[in-house]
């Protein structure tokens, strides 16, 4: 996804809590995210972990926390509104956790669900287990494998699949096949509208909405495509009587949304 730069900010700038707050709370009021006290400090807990273990592993190429603030943690609570109006949910997976973006924040704005965070990457996973034990979110399991991999029954009636930046919608949906239930809502957070990508989708899926995000602070475009299988064709048959498949590269209508 794209970022934006604060030119003149040193990379090993301070963590300073209190300002970080401030600015976390103006964010949680305007998005109406009326999350409590234990929450936030969570959030910021977790923050504080990213910018600590990032100095040695490398986790994310942002260093300054007030920009790790707005391009992870405020970026990751942009969607928590919208996906709640599909919800409620009680099982999720995060698709390629990376730092723990979005499921980690997921699972703190929703205590009463399983979050499963699945990255492969090991120094990743290490991170994710630890925020997990720092945190006490007993509810978040990490597995450190391909979403693909995933042993059969490891993961249970998953209502939300979500992923941020991970790869191309059709890695994306052809990686969770497994996973996607009649009634699973998959979400995909992208910067710019990846008209391409929607075009490359593979048969039986499409974008139901493409919903423009608004991250205060970001100057950069987000939005949350929630995708959906595509209804079965209704078009001439061919010589074997079966229906013509539907044309992957055909446009997908894109309902507009307002922006939050």
Avoid at 85 to 103: A, H, I, N, W
Wanted: charged share 20%; with cysteine; proline share 8%.
């Amino acid at each position: 996804m794209p970022s934006n730069s604060r030119c003149g900010r040193e990379a090993n700038a301070p963590f300073d809590r209190v300002v970080l707050r401030q600015a976390l709370d103006r964010v949680l009021h305007a998005f109406g995210l009326p999350l409590d006290d234990a929450a936030r400090g969570r959030l910021l807990d977790y923050l504080g972990l990213l910018s600590k273990w990032n100095a040695v592993y490398n986790l994310t190429a942002i260093r300054d926390p007030d920009s790790m603030l707005v391009q992870h943690l405020l970026d990751s609570l942009a969607i928590v509104g919208p996906l709640a109006d599909q919800g409620p949910f009680t099982t999720v997976v995060d698709v390629g956790s990376g730092g723990g973006l979005p499921g980690i924040v997921l699972a703190i704005a929703w205590p009463q669900a399983i979050v499963h965070l699945v990255e492969p990457v090991g120094k990743k996973a290490a991170f994710l287990r630890q925020c997990v034990l720092e945190l006490a979110l007993a509810h978040v399991k990490v597995h450190a494998q391909r979403v693909e991999r995933l042993p059969h029954g490891q993961v249970q009636s998953a209502d939300l699949i979500v992923c941020r930046a991970f790869a191309s919608l059709r890695d994306f949906v052809s990686g969770i096949e497994a996973l996607v239930g009649p009634k699973a809502v998959v979400a995909a957070m992208k910067g710019g509208l990846p008209v391409d990508e929607i075009a490359a989708l593979p048969a039986g899926w499409q974008v139901g909405q493409a919903l423009r995000l608004t991250v205060p602070g970001l100057d950069a475009q987000r939005h949350l495509l929630l995708l959906e299988r595509a209804p079965a064709p209704a078009g001439p048959s061919d010589r074997s009587g079966r229906a013509a498949p539907a044309d992957p590269a055909a446009p997908v209508a894109q309902p507009a949304a307002p922006e939050r």
